[in-house]
């Protein structure tokens, strides 16, 4: 059994025993992955340190290891007993209890845990426990919802070049003006979106799952016509053994456009993510998804991607900051063998991290990048297109109770193209008010 954060992590309490050689050994052992040496180092002591909280939160979590869960359950009762609001420590115990069984003590601890501050990447880990927990059917299933209204300024609506004119190579550089919805646009926007996820717990490894989104962004001004929604049907099913979760997932999204249809996917994900504790976890995945445009039938094209990822937790460290980082690298092939233009290879990647500041406020950034090289030349530049995409955004959450959140935030697109038809930049400015419920 991984743990979250390891006893390494925690702050060194201020009794004698803290400088006890055999924790600091014990700790070494624990920091270097070597559980089974830890234990054997802490277990003949237990008679002369029970009572210590380094000690026993030490112990606790190389027993569970180990698969000592006896000396585990005990040690973690006695170091939630003398610090009760030890987050690390009540989630370990409540592992324990899950392993051993007791599953309503499991999920009271569970619980406990969730109900606090504790880093969004270990909230799925929680979720994906208490789903897990053999209760009476009704309550194997959980319920999750959101409600989100948006509103802000948009510098580039339409994702278009904000050049007032452009030169056409193959018609001799002919230059055209551009105007009207061939330029970016900046606008005011509204948005309104909402959502529900269904869990059930059919074995306590088997979780399987079922939502729905919308989403209703309107532009003011000239960008009326920018105007879209969007709606998401989604199936999933994770199964979930020790520290590994593998989960598949089928999502089927239709988008809209000044009220025609614009798009439509059907896309397939797998994704296999192994806790490796010591708040850390790594995934690899895969995805598939068809890209099916209305009226430009042309545009069509298949994007198979894969890629891996990590998250690490800081538990101990002030306002638990969590940081992420993924890569990836894939395809997109034309469904019309004659349409190569919109082919492209393509390969990114993404970093960020968020830090509660406060009981109630987080920050959060994040950067990503992407490469796109398509395959032939462009019959009116003369030239092959290469993308260059660049994203950040950044932001501060604020709740105002733990469901309630409001949040300013930023974003910024930079697109580098070696058609001038493509390149362009954008700025959003908004205010986001979100209620999730469950």
Do not use: C
Not at 74 to 94: C, M, N
Not at 291 to 297: A, F, I, P, V
Not at 405 to 424: A, E, G, H, K, V
């Amino acid at each position: 059994m991984m743990s979250v954060a390891h006893a390494a992590d925690t702050p060194a309490s201020s009794g004698a025993n803290t400088r006890d050689p055999a924790i600091t050994q014990a700790r070494a052992f624990m920091q270097a992955k070597s559980p089974d040496e830890a234990y054997a180092v802490l277990a003949p002591l237990e008679g002369r340190l029970a009572g210590d909280a380094e000690y026993d939160y030490l112990l606790g979590i190389a027993a569970a290891d180990t698969r000592h869960l006896d000396v585990a359950e005990r040690a973690l009762k006695r170091t939630v007993a003398q610090r009760p609001g030890d987050g690390p420590a009540r989630l370990e115990l409540a592992r324990v209890y899950f392993v051993l069984g007791q599953r309503e003590d499991a999920r009271r601890e569970f619980e406990s845990v969730a109900s606090g501050d504790v880093p969004e990447g270990v909230r799925p880990v929680i979720q994906a426990y208490l789903n897990a927990i053999d209760v009476p059917v009704g309550e194997r299933t959980a319920v999750t919802g959101y409600v989100q209204g948006n509103f802000g300024r948009d510098t580039n609506a339409n994702n278009a070049t904000t050049n007032s004119s452009i030169a056409i190579p193959s018609l001799g550089g002919l230059v055209f003006v551009l105007d009207g919805t061939a330029r970016g646009t900046p606008a005011n926007f509204g948005d309104v979106s909402g959502g529900v996820l269904v869990r059930h717990a059919v074995t306590d490894h088997l979780v399987v799952s079922g939502g729905a989104d919308v989403d209703i962004r309107r532009y003011g001004g000239n960008a009326r016509a920018f105007d879209q929604g969007s709606y998401t049907l989604q199936l999933g099913a994770n199964w979930l053994s020790g520290a590994n979760n593998f989960g598949v997932q089928y999502v089927n999204q239709h988008m809209w456009l000044d009220a025609e249809s614009y798009r439509n996917l059907n896309g397939f994900s797998a994704q296999w993510t192994r806790d490796l504790g010591n708040g850390l976890q790594a995934a690899a995945f895969g995805q598939y998804t068809p890209l099916r445009y209305m009226g430009t039938n042309v545009r069509d094209v298949n994007r198979a991607i894969g890629g891996a990822s990590v998250v690490k937790g800081f538990s101990t460290v002030y306002g638990a900051p969590v940081v992420f980082a993924s890569m990836y690298a894939g395809r997109e092939s034309p469904k019309d063998g004659n349409a190569a233009a919109f082919g492209n290879d393509l390969w990114g990647g993404r970093t960020g991290g968020e830090w509660r500041v406060m009981p109630n406020q987080v920050l959060f950034a994040s950067v990503s990048f992407e490469r796109r090289d398509y395959d032939t030349l462009d019959s009116m530049f003369l030239v092959e297109r290469r993308d260059r995409q660049l994203d950040v955004r950044a932001g501060y959450s604020y709740f105002v109770t733990k469901a309630l959140s409001i949040t300013p935030q930023y974003s910024f697109t930079r697109n580098r193209s070696s058609l001038t038809l493509y390149d362009y930049h954008r700025s959003v400015y908004e205010i986001v008010a979100r209620y999730d419920f469950r």
